[in-house]
């Protein structure tokens, strides 16, 4: 190879691990989820602002552009609780997996949420944004669904 070539290779290099060190920082920074801190008193309103907001909008309206996010407001797919709970574990189609084990989210970088911190975000979503279904869900109830690999 080039002299030139391999300091564009360098360069490309460079990027991706700055690219990568925002990536971590972008979390690491927000304490709420920083594994380390042992932090467990967050809602599943803030697991919503943090994490799923981000692609289905922080009215549960949903958005289409590069990707279909559908709307999670007055979703009559929320009827099944379990059906919430294992999207979010599994994810589906186009939505990323949060129930991955510890080690492999470590390795990857790649967020994941506690059986506890599922059943909050899933009860508010089912008694939020215009759905009105009874029922709390407990971490011990998540924690029997099929987790993935
Ligand atoms: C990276 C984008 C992304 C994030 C972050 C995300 N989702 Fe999704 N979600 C999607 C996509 C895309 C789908 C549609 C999957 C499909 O094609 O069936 C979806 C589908 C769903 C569904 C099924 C809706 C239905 O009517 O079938 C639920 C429930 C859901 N998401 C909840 C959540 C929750 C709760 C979070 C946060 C813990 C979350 N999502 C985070 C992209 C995302």
């Not at 990536?23 to 799923?52: E, L, M």
Request: with cysteine; proline share 6%; aromatic share 8%.
């Amino acid at each position: 190879m080039t002299a030139t070539g391999n300091r564009l290779k360098m360069l490309r290099i460079a990027a991706l691990v700055t690219a990568l060190s925002y990536a971590a920082a972008a979390r690491a920074d927000d304490p709420a989820f920083n594994a380390a801190a042992g932090i467990t008193a967050v809602t599943g309103a803030q697991v919503y602002q943090h994490i799923c907001q981000g692609c289905h909008m922080p009215d549960a309206q949903g958005a289409v552009g590069a990707g279909h996010y559908p709307k999670l407001a007055g979703d009559p797919a929320l009827v099944s609780w379990e059906y919430v709970a294992l999207t979010i574990l599994n994810g589906r189609n186009g939505m990323p997996a949060f129930g991955q084990p510890v080690s492999q989210a470590t390795e990857f970088g790649a967020v994941r949420l506690s059986d506890s911190r599922i059943a909050d975000v899933v009860n508010y979503l089912r008694n939020h944004f215009g759905n009105r279904w009874k029922g709390n869900v407990t971490a011990a109830q998540v924690a029997s669904l099929p987790h993935p690999p």
